[in-house]
């Protein structure tokens, strides 16, 4: 008996144009610039918006790069994720120059923040596309 191929269902589509791809990674650096100066505001108070636009795109470009290449496979997106995390604490490190610890403080405010806007942005995006009309 043979063991049926596991489920592929690919998270987007083979012909993503350079444009696309471009225009999702700005996007994303946007929003993860905007949450970097959320959460460095957050624990360090007034700080400059310039730092939080060098942060980022590190995070952006391993998320990007990690969509490309590791397509449906977990542990690699896992791997990309910790990359990304650990490149924004060391960013995030030598732009404010704080101690480790309250690197890794704002870092970790940073991934909350994220996780809980793009959350909230993105249901609602779900309930506009889901109105009837």
Do not use: C, K, W
Not at 42 to 69: E, Q, Y
Not at 88 to 107: K, P
């Amino acid at each position: 008996m043979v063991a049926p191929a596991p489920l592929s269902i690919p998270l987007q589509s083979s012909s993503a144009t350079p444009i696309a791809i471009a225009g999702t990674f700005a996007s994303f650096a946007i929003f993860l610039s905007v949450t970097a100066h959320i959460a460095a505001r957050n624990v360090l108070g007034d700080v400059p918006v310039r730092n939080a636009f060098v942060v980022g795109p590190i995070p952006a470009v391993v998320s990007v790069l990690a969509a490309a290449f590791a397509r449906n496979s977990p542990p690699a997106l896992f791997a990309a994720l910790a990359i990304a995390i650990a490149l924004d604490g060391v960013a995030i490190y030598l732009l404010y120059g704080e101690s480790r610890r309250l690197s890794a403080y704002i870092t970790l405010i940073h991934f909350v923040v994220s996780v809980i806007l793009g959350t909230i942005l993105f249901g609602v995006l779900a309930i506009i596309q889901s109105a009837p009309g």
